[in-house]
Nanobody, 127 residues
Framework: QVQLVESGGGLVQAGGSLRLSCAAS????????VGWFRQAPGKEREFVTA????????YYADSVKDRFIISRDNAKNTVYLEMNNLKPEDTGVYYC????????????????????WGQGTQVTVSS
């Protein structure tokens, strides 16, 4: 079993930056692909980005490409999401999720492909 805990959310002005962290328990986390999703009030959860188990593959949603950077430090069992040039439409609860397929480089946009989820961290971008 893997437990995920997100942190780093907060209130920021448009154009600002935040860095989210997703800390995991359990050694096997280092061999799982990890994705970030977000959910705005009244909207469905949407894919943001994902990273393969070793960081060799990364995939971004078009809406965040060139602004967000995902990375991971497997020695620390942590995945990061650096968010730059934030926009009001980036507001939402951000969740990290892990796909328990071992050593996969297949990155999924579909939330149903992920097996473990954190509780989420709120990001609010004011205009």
């Amino acid at each position: 079993q893997v437990q995920l805990v997100e942190s780093g959310g907060g209130l920021v002005q448009a154009g600002g930056s935040l860095r989210l962290s997703c800390a995991a328990s359990g050694r096997v986390f280092s061999i799982y692909a990890v994705g970030w999703f977000r959910q705005a009030p009244g909207k469905e959860r949407e894919f943001v980005t994902a990273i393969s188990w070793n960081g060799g593959r990364i995939y971004y949603a078009d809406s965040v490409k060139d602004r967000f950077i995902i990375s991971r430090d497997n020695a620390k069992n942590t995945v990061y999401l650096e968010m730059n040039n934030l926009k009001p439409e980036d507001t939402g609860v951000y969740y990290c999720a892990a796909d328990r397929t071992y050593f996969t480089s297949n990155l999924h946009e579909n939330a149903h492909e992920y097996d473990y989820w954190g509780q989420g961290t709120q990001v609010t971008v004011s205009s």
